[in-house]
């Protein structure tokens, strides 16, 4: 198994840019996970899917955020105007189901807005 | 609240030696701990989890003990090798009814010396 694959790996785009983050999780696990990472706030989680629908988005910063899951083998987080206050890296998590709790996660994409 | 916070943000040890990590929640209503490691450039790995009816659980060279009554639990590695060198997060699942998410404390960095 390949793991969770995200893409890119960087990003860099200028202020105002709209950028998509893309994620293919795990075949067969029923969830995925949005999170968002920075040295002063640590692991915040964004949103979550289940079976393709979004459970809970309260994690989302504001408007400019959205994700979607078209089918369960991808999602995409998108942020359309950019700010560099989003510069961080964008992690997505799969898990097969909630009784075991270990997400798996990506590598990760490194996002500067400049 | 859903606060998972740590003691230290910085552990240095020597190779050889047993490391601790500890880990404070709030909410006790949470009934699945994890931790991760996450190595530079990656995002982070399962390392070992606990449910809230267990106080102790061992894996291979790492284990994690968890004291309800204060909200406290803590990873214990055991002969630390330079590989061990991460950051360590401790997890909790706060099941809330029909949400399912984890929320991760800021981390702790490891550096192992030789």
């Known amino acids: 198994d390949a793991g969770v694959i995200q893409s890119p790996r960087h990003e860099v785009t200028e202020m105002g840019q709209e950028v998509t983050l893309r994620c293919k999780p795990i075949?067969?696990?029923?969830?995925l996970f949005w999170y968002r990472q920075t040295m002063m706030r640590g692991l915040e989680l964004l949103i979550y899917f289940n079976n393709n629908v979004p459970i809970d988005d309260s994690g989302m910063p504001e408007d400019r955020f959205s994700a979607k899951m078209p089918n369960a083998s991808f999602s995409t987080l998108k942020i359309q105007p950019s700010e560099p206050r989003d510069s961080a890296v964008y992690f997505c998590?799969?898990?097969?189901?909630?009784?075991?709790?270990?997400?798996?996660f990506g590598s990760g994409t490194r996002l500067t807005v400049v | 609240g859903e606060s998972v916070g740590l003691h230290l943000p910085t552990l240095s040890v020597q190779e050889g030696d047993n490391s601790i990590i500890n880990c404070a929640y709030s909410n006790s209503a949470s009934d699945y701990f994890i931790w991760y490691k996450q190595e530079s450039g990656k995002g982070p790995q399962f390392i070992i989890d606990i449910r809230s009816n267990m106080d102790k659980r061992q894996g291979q060279r790492v284990t994690v003990l968890l004291n309800k009554t204060v909200k406290h639990l803590s990873l214990q590695i055991a002969a630390t090798q330079p590989g061990d060198s991460a950051v360590y997060f401790c997890a909790g699942l706060y099941s809330g009814g029909s949400n399912y998410k984890l929320t991760f404390g800021k981390g702790t960095l490891l550096t192992v010396n030789p």
């Open positions: 075949s067969g696990h029923d969830y």
């Open positions: 998590a799969s898990s097969l189901n909630r009784v075991h709790g270990g997400y798996t």
